[in-house]
């Protein structure tokens, strides 16, 4: 019976700390974390396209955290950007940090790529735009037609990717998307919250 308690009390103890460690201390660091200064919140289009984005599963691929120039110059000589702070991500929620690196990071991908017609161009047919790339296509996000219609977003591809005859028009989960995309431009300056003392 005394071995039990002792061994219930180690596991109890432990999971305290476990639980003081990975949850209140966190909270604690962060739960000053205002926006950054020109962070500005998601439109209802970019949260619906936020939502395509976590739908189709982007953050397997594609990370949203470059590194730091100290820790990873080749984060920052491949055009990222800086490296985030807490606030950059205040209006994330679940977060999109990712950890894989199979596509490019895409914290600026606004900023780096901020047109919408190669955006979606690129959705559609990736090799179009990025010669040998593993990316898929996400042909189900748009439709081929004979003719555009009013209001129809015909996406404009280069010679040799677009269908003979036939447009190829954005559905509004693509238009959504590359809304969310473009709003991922985290230019704007910021303070180091690591060594701002706060």
Not at 11 to 40: D, F, I, R
Not at 57 to 73: E, W
Request: with cysteine; net charge neutral; proline share 10%.
């Amino acid at each position: 019976m005394e071995s039990e308690v002792k061994l219930l009390s180690g596991a109890m103890v432990t999971l305290a700390l476990s639980t003081a460690t990975l949850v209140v201390v966190p909270y604690m660091q962060l739960s000053h974390v205002e926006p950054s200064p020109g962070l500005k919140p998601y439109t209802s289009q970019q949260l619906r396209g936020r939502e395509v984005y976590i739908a189709n599963g982007c953050v397997y691929c594609h990370s949203q955290q470059p590194r730091s120039q100290a820790q990873t110059p080749a984060d920052f000589k491949r055009g990222w950007g800086r490296a985030p702070v807490a606030g950059d991500y205040y209006y994330d929620s679940p977060h999109q940090l990712g950890d894989m690196r199979t596509g490019p990071d895409l914290f600026n991908i606004g900023a780096r790529q901020p047109s919408a017609d190669w955006n979606l161009g690129h959705l559609y047919q990736p090799r179009a735009y990025t010669p040998g790339s593993i990316m898929p296509s996400y042909p189900y996000m748009f439709e081929v037609k004979d003719k555009a219609g009013p209001g129809d977003r015909v996406v404009h591809l280069p010679p040799g990717f677009a269908p003979l005859g036939q447009v190829v028009v954005a559905r509004p989960e693509a238009v959504d998307l590359v809304q969310y995309l473009l709003g991922l431009d985290h230019t704007y300056p910021v303070k180091n919250e690591l060594n701002s003392g706060k």
